[in-house]
């Protein structure tokens, strides 16, 4: 029996549902029930009737559906996938935040550890950022732990004060704005469709700023048959099987997620066969971070 044949048999088996990311590997996304970014995904998991959910994506996705759902087994293929930028924020410098500005919002970008959920108003994923901070009656942000999505997003919502925190999505940052000036020139005919996360000189040069999905959908729309596309280069494949007819161009350092390639079919296929890998939150946990996400999934409706 092949791979894909025994992932197939064991998620009747175990009554198992299978989400994706679209950084992971493509095998990955092919056999996958549902492929999204982090807002899909998050929206999708609740209420889904299978018992077992398999996250193929990092561990802060894993720990999120498992919040949303707490009656729900949720299993990681690999445990040690991270977000380097998840943990680029700390209680301290929120509490300090709260006492410094009156009516504070701490907003919280889905990409961080429920640690940070906990201790946040309302969590934002780069597909909604925009619309919920603008909905919060709060004058003051302390956006976390980003700071390339909220200089995009302050920019888009000028009435507010924001307060920035150093954290930063590596991939995203590390993206150099020579190669994108280098692609463009190559392809003068191409659109520049681009991440907020990151910087913003690559933002100013950008046609385009959006989620992820955001971004699969624009270049389907688009008259445009080229597109330079800054952000993670998993996204390829979603772009290619959506637009055969369209080309999709890259930096020439490919931007690359290690932690999201960490996830493959071997490792799916053995968690559901075995189990192991689940996820687990505290109840107090699961509790507290989940107001912020509930207050993400009101306001985004
Ligand atoms: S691409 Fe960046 S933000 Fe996304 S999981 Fe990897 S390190 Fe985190």
Do not use: W
């Amino acid at each position: 029996m092949d791979i894909i044949e025994k992932i197939k048999k064991l998620k009747e088996k175990k009554n198992a549902v299978i989400l994706a990311h679209y950084y992971v590997e493509p095998k990955v996304q092919e056999i996958a029930d549902y492929i999204g970014d982090s807002f899909y995904l998050s929206k999708i998991a609740v209420g889904l009737q299978e018992q077992t959910i398999v996250f193929c994506g990092v561990s802060f996705m894993g720990e999120s559906a498992k919040i949303l759902n707490p009656q729900k087994t949720v299993l990681m293929p690999d445990m040690s996938a991270d977000c380097a930028m998840a943990h680029m924020a700390d209680v301290e410098t929120i509490r300090k935040m709260r006492d410094t500005y009156e009516d504070l919002a701490v907003v919280c970008y889905i990409n961080s550890t429920a640690e940070l959920k906990q201790h946040s108003d309302v969590c934002v994923t780069s597909a909604n950022a925009v619309k919920i901070v603008k909905a919060l009656p709060n004058k003051n942000i302390f956006f976390i732990p980003d700071k390339n999505l909220a200089h995009y997003v302050a920019e888009q919502v000028p009435e507010k004060h924001f307060v920035f925190n150093k954290g930063f999505c590596p991939v995203h940052e590390n993206m150099c704005l020579e190669e994108v000036l280098k692609a463009k020139e190559e392809h003068p005919e191409a659109e520049v469709l681009t991440h907020p996360e990151c910087p913003e000189a690559i933002c100013k040069i950008s046609d385009y700023i959006g989620s992820t999905s955001g971004i699969i959908r624009y270049a389907g729309t688009s008259e445009k048959k080229e597109f330079i596309i800054c952000t993670e280069s998993g996204v390829r494949f979603q772009l290619e099987k959506e637009n055969p007819d369209k080309k999709f161009y890259f930096t020439k350092t490919e931007p690359v997620c290690r932690d999201m390639k960490l996830v493959t079919l071997e490792k799916i296929a053995h968690v559901l066969e075995t189990g192991e890998n689940e996820v687990h939150v505290t109840e107090e946990l699961r509790i507290e971070s989940e107001k912020a996400l509930s207050k993400m999934l009101e306001l985004a409706k």
